[in-house]
């Protein structure tokens, strides 16, 4: 096991120095059993997090070894995610966030329907602050959280995700996501079509619309 080390560099940032994240990602993949996959990746995050310092830690995004670190606490919370353990993704997603400031893989919107699922709208409504009004996110998750407070949809929210965007609502709605070879394409692109980041975002949060399939019918008949 090799040795984890985290220090500060002179542009303020910290990196991560051992633990081979990046071999440990890459063994995970190849993996035949999801659930053994999981384990490793859920072990070398415990590993990283014990060797973080008990202060403001900010990673370098632009450090290949700290990248694979951040990305291994990325995939553990997905893992946790896509089998309803909602409380354990959010907690390892919070800590990535309170590490990567410019929030380089968009935690802060999963971190949101997290949230929402948990119905912590105290912290959601923090969340909401970093999430631009004019972005499609933000009325899915106008949409999500009134639904789970109340039952019934937010038919401002309803309208311009119809309207403004709707590669999303159709992508949220649809019956088949399929990840093509037209799909993975877009997604490799500099800049990839807003179906196609749609479909992004239905990926990493599938596990939870599956949980509630009952949001996504009323709003598809609202």
Not at 22 to 46: H, K, N, P, S
Not at 52 to 81: C, F, G, K, Q
Not at 128 to 142: G, Q, R
Request: with cysteine; charged share 30%; net charge negative.
């Amino acid at each position: 096991m090799r040795k984890i080390i985290v220090r500060p560099t002179s542009s303020g940032l910290w990196q991560v120095e051992g633990g081979g994240f990046g071999d440990l990602m890459r063994r995970a993949r190849e993996c035949e059993q999801w659930a053994q996959a999981a384990d490793m990746r859920f072990e070398g995050v415990q590993r990283l997090l014990d060797a973080i310092p008990d202060e403001d830690v900010l990673l370098d995004w632009n450090d290949r070894d700290t990248r694979a670190a951040m990305e291994l606490i990325y995939a553990s919370a997905s893992d946790h995610l896509s089998v309803g353990e909602v409380e354990v993704a959010a907690a390892l997603w919070e800590n990535l966030l309170a590490m990567d400031e410019e929030d380089h893989m968009s935690v802060n919107i999963l971190l949101a329907i997290c949230y929402v699922e948990l119905e912590d709208y105290d912290c959601l409504e923090e969340s909401m602050f970093d999430i631009s009004p004019k972005s499609p996110e933000y009325h899915l998750l106008s949409l999500w959280a009134e639904y789970r407070r109340t039952g019934g949809v937010d038919r401002d929210a309803l309208r311009t995700l119809r309207t403004r965007h709707k590669e999303w609502f159709a992508e949220l709605t649809a019956a088949e996501h399929p990840a093509d070879e037209a799909y993975l394409a877009d997604s490799r692109s500099e800049r990839p079509s807003p179906r196609t980041e749609a479909r992004e975002l239905w990926f990493a949060t599938s596990s939870v619309w599956e949980r509630n399939s009952d949001f996504l019918e009323t709003i598809s008949k609202a």
